[in-house]
């Protein structure tokens, strides 16, 4: 039934068969270019581009595009994806009434041994629970309390690059920006969020930063094994060289994470003053018990996972965008010159209206998570049934990216937000909450299971920017690296592949 169910939804057949067709295998194949055979790699480096480019080839009436994995004439169950592309079937998704009947998709599942049961995982009264105390660890009071983190992180990022400037023969330095703002974002949230540092930044070279190569080696083989389903079939076989790296890089994120829980108490009078704290100390007023030991490791592996790997892909395409248009760093930086004297708050970033709206569309040209959700029964999404079971998902650069939805959808304008600028002269967080009320935009995903993590996000994106402004000019290589593109590859989230910027300093 599920299949039959399957099978009356939009597919998309294109104008001629994929060179590299594979018999009893779908049509997966449409999300690589004709003459590319398949391989993990080349569907990591290809599929957002393509599904781009079949999404605006597809009936405007089609709201959703059914894609098989395996040939739906093969017997057995179906294998295949649903990928969402009009906006208000995912809003439909991703409402309140719609949450009894949904749990989250495979790559979830696939992904179990890095993000545990924490919040990313769970559903229903679990994950409210979870979701209940971890909000109150991105509150402004703390937000506020831990600022002084955020910018001295970006300061550690600011003399780095000065160091490595000081060696380079020519006027600036070349990097491979998501290098460098990984090491940076790790190191915001060890010090923000659980006030431990992981020196990555003052590692001498990336080999030396502690969770780099862990995190780099987990999250390429986990999303290898989205992409090929016998790895993840074979992952409990304590053999071969994915399964050992990756399990190797799990045991030591893992020991790291303990050896954070376990460096404090809790302190049952204590006010807290960071996520760590509020972890150990809040209690769900619903079920009325703390967070398990557990819970807690779970959950601090999936907020470092998740809150530096995308919080980093922005940080890159952000420096990428302003080395291609200097005159927007220009404006920025006059800006917070102008308005606010060069000094780098949580209030003057909130109130300026030129960084946010860049910011704005960074989000939208740019947003780095994807998600997924499988109906635990039969739902209706529109006008159609998706079946119990089904694998539904949503990738928001896709749909951000529509030329239904916005002009010149595919270019950097950030002028089209400060068009949009709101007479209530909204603080920059209350405005994209307002934003993705009112337009195609969920670079944080929609709903209640919205990133719990957004507001950290947010204030350490504008903080590093900012520095960076200061110090140095933005210009792009004279030669990119062979492998480098300006639309993402899709791995567990959609992230830069070599991406490289000069950095040179000011007089």
């Not at 108490?265 to 619903?286: G, Y």
């Not at 800006?335 to 209030?347: A, D, F, V």
Request: glycine fraction near 6%; hydrophobic fraction near 40%.
């Amino acid at each position: 039934r599920r299949k039959k169910l399957l099978l009356l939804l939009p597919r998309y057949v294109g104008p001629e068969k994929h060179k590299y067709q594979v018999p009893f295998l779908g049509d997966f194949n449409q999300f690589l270019p004709n003459k590319v055979p398949y391989s993990p790699d080349s569907v990591a480096k290809n599929m957002l581009q393509r599904a781009q480019e079949i999404f605006d080839n597809m009936p405007k009436e089609d709201g959703l595009l059914m894609t098989w994995y395996m040939d739906p004439k093969v017997p057995g169950p179906p294998v295949g994806t649903i990928l969402l592309k009009d906006i208000k079937l995912i809003r439909q998704l991703t409402s309140t009434k719609m949450l009894p009947y949904l749990k989250k998709g495979i790559a979830y599942d696939i992904s179990h041994p890095l993000i545990g049961d924490g919040i990313l995982a769970t559903s229903g009264k679990k994950w409210h629970k979870q979701r209940v105390i971890l909000e109150r660890g991105f509150v402004p009071s703390i937000l506020k309390k831990q600022f002084p983190e955020v910018v001295k992180t970006a300061n550690d990022l600011v003399s780095r690059i000065h160091m490595l400037a000081s060696k380079s023969r020519e006027q600036g330095v070349t990097i491979d920006a998501a290098e460098e703002f990984l090491k940076t974002t790790i190191d915001v949230l060890g010090r923000a969020a659980f006030s431990y540092d992981f020196g990555s930044l003052k590692a001498e070279t990336t080999a030396d930063a502690p969770l780099y190569n862990s995190f780099d080696t987990i999250l390429y083989n986990i999303a290898q094994r989205v992409r090929n389903p016998l790895l993840h079939l074979l992952r409990n076989i304590p053999l071969g060289k994915h399964n050992i790296e990756t399990n190797k890089g799990l045991s030591h994120l893992f020991n790291t994470v303990r050896t954070i829980v376990h460096s404090r108490t809790a302190e049952s009078n204590k006010v807290p003053q960071d996520l760590l704290d509020v972890m150990l100390l809040e209690v769900d007023p619903e079920t009325k018990s703390k967070l398990t030991e557990q819970e807690m490791i779970d959950n601090i592996a999936t907020l470092l996972f998740a809150g530096h790997d995308t919080t980093a892909a922005a940080l890159t395409w952000f420096s990428y965008l302003i080395a291609k248009t200097p005159e927007v760093g220009e404006k920025i930086l006059n800006e917070l010159n102008t308005k606010w004297g060069g000094k780098i708050t949580i209030e003057n970033m909130e109130r300026s209206d030129y960084l946010n709206a860049c910011t704005l569309e960074l989000l939208r040209l740019y947003p780095s998570a994807g998600f997924t959700r499988s109906p635990t029964e039969d739902i209706q999404l529109g006008k159609y049934v998706i079946p119990k079971g089904a694998d539904i998902m949503v990738l928001p650069v896709n749909v951000q990216r529509n030329e239904d939805y916005y002009e010149n959808a595919k270019e950097f304008v950030p002028e089209r937000w400060m068009n949009k600028q709101s007479k209530e002269q909204l603080g920059f967080q209350a405005r994209l909450a307002k934003e993705t009320l009112q337009n195609p935009l969920l670079p944080f995903s929609l709903g209640k299971r919205n990133c719990v993590g957004r507001p950290l996000a947010l204030i350490e994106i504008r903080v590093v920017l900012l520095r960076l402004l200061q110090e140095f000019e933005f210009r792009l290589p004279s030669k990119p690296h062979p492998d480098f593109q300006d639309t993402p590859w899709m791995g567990l989230t959609a992230y830069p592949n070599h991406v490289c910027v000069e950095f040179i300093p000011k007089k």
